[in-house]
């Protein structure tokens, strides 16, 4: 049976997917689910993804097999930066084929995947495709990263009509709450949300990444995969 894939993007770089996606992966892994992660284009480094290396120590354990065989890094580019720039400087492109065919043989072995994307919905992968008209293509449901930091507002809300225009699936929004913002903007960016997905007719989770990531509630997490 093909296992569930899931993608991960944020409101904007830095917004906490990485540890998001660790606390998604330790869920699993505590609730005994067959899960991976994927980090679908890595920039900045070179070898293995360091994000995936993240994923594995929050959920606490050890690289898998798939690791190895390079089905969870598909593309992997040296320059920090967008991965579209970050290709070109290396004379390559993103290879859009590899990435999907590493997903799809991750899926066909786990119950659960989930794929982190680079940056927000609508980075540039090659000259003509966004991130975002990848994930549409292939229907993998969206789980975004959010926060509520000056300015979420209007991310959030841009990234959630982005996925509408495209008729990509919510699977539910994480509100991490890493650096701490004023509760004031913390509580208006929820409720906006709320509004928000009220108005698209769209019900799904809103969960809290807390400020201390060391030991947040597994169940937590679980909610967006029930």
């Given amino acids: ?9 944020g409101i904007d770089t830095g917004i906490g997917k990485t540890v998001a996606v660790g606390m998604m992966c330790r ?13 679908m284009v890595q920039t900045g480094c070179d070898g293995f993804s360091e994000d995936l290396d993240a994923h594995r120590a929050l959920a606490g354990v050890g690289r898998f097999p798939e690791d190895d065989e390079g089905l969870t890094a598909p593309q992997i580019f040296r320059f920090p930066s967008s991965p579209l720039l970050s ?13 999907a065919s590493s997903v799809e043989e991750c899926a066909r072995r786990r119950e659960i995947v989930l794929v982190e994307g680079a940056g927000g919905l609508c980075v540039p992968l090659t000259d003509d495709v966004l991130t975002a008209d990848f994930v549409a293509q292939r229907g993998w449901p969206l789980i975004l990263v959010a926060s509520g930091r000056l300015g979420a507002i209007n991310h959030i809300i841009l990234s959630l009509e982005a996925a509408k225009a495209r008729g ?17 903007l913390f509580g208006d960016a929820m409720n906006a949300i709320s509004r928000h997905l009220a108005k698209m007719g769209v019900s799904c989770p809103v969960v809290t990444l807390p400020e ?13 995969f029930q």
């Fill in 27 to 39: 869920a699993l892994q505590l609730a005994s689910c067959n899960w991976i992660s994927v980090k």
């Fill in 87 to 99: 290709s070109s400087l290396e004379g390559r492109t993103v290879d859009l084929g590899r990435i």
């Fill in 1 to 9: 049976m093909k296992g569930r894939v899931y993608f991960v993007s």
């Fill in 168 to 184: 990509i699936p919510l699977a539910g929004v994480v509100m991490n709450e890493f650096p701490p913002t004023d509760p004031l």
């Fill in 212 to 224: 201390s990531s060391g030991n947040p509630p597994p169940q937590t997490f679980a909610e967006l």
